[in-house]
Nanobody
Framework: QVQLVESGGGLVKPGESLTLSCQAS????????LGWFRQAPGKEREGVSC????????FEAESVKGRFTISRDVAKKMVYLQMDGLKPEDTALYSC?????????????????WGQGTRVTVSS
């Protein structure tokens, strides 16, 4: 079955960087999406950045544009999130998700399978 395993979270200071990784497995598809979502305490889950694995088309939330970069390794079925200039408001549980079709939106209800998440805390 589909499995998504995230890694790379941690505690950092404001302005620092982190890179999250997500390993997908358990399926054979050429056209699918992988994305990063986050949920802060007391808030709803939101889309951060997503990518169409077949062609590299990306989608980013306005709040992270210019600071976060999503990238992919198609052969390895991996997606990465490079997070620079981290702010305290980026503190959240970051989850990787997969959509079985390449939908043109990076929203939680557009994704079908979810990992357990990795926690990112930004604090001085």
């Amino acid at each position: 079955q589909v499995q998504l395993v995230e890694s790379g979270g941690g505690l950092v200071k404001p302005g620092e960087s982190l890179t999250l990784s997500c390993q997908a497995s358990g399926f054979t598809l050429d056209y699918y999406g992988l994305g990063w979502f986050r949920q802060a305490p007391g808030k709803e889950r939101e889309g951060v950045s997503c990518v169409h694995m077949s062609n590299g088309r990306t989608f980013e939330a306005e709040s992270v544009k210019g600071r976060f970069t999503i990238s992919r390794d198609v052969a390895k079925k991996m997606v990465y999130l490079q997070m620079d200039g981290l702010k305290p408001e980026d503190t959240a549980l970051y989850s990787c998700a997969m959509s079985i079709v390449q939908r043109d939106r990076c929203e939680p209800d557009a994704y079908d399978y979810w990992g357990q998440g990795t926690r990112v805390t930004v604090s001085s």
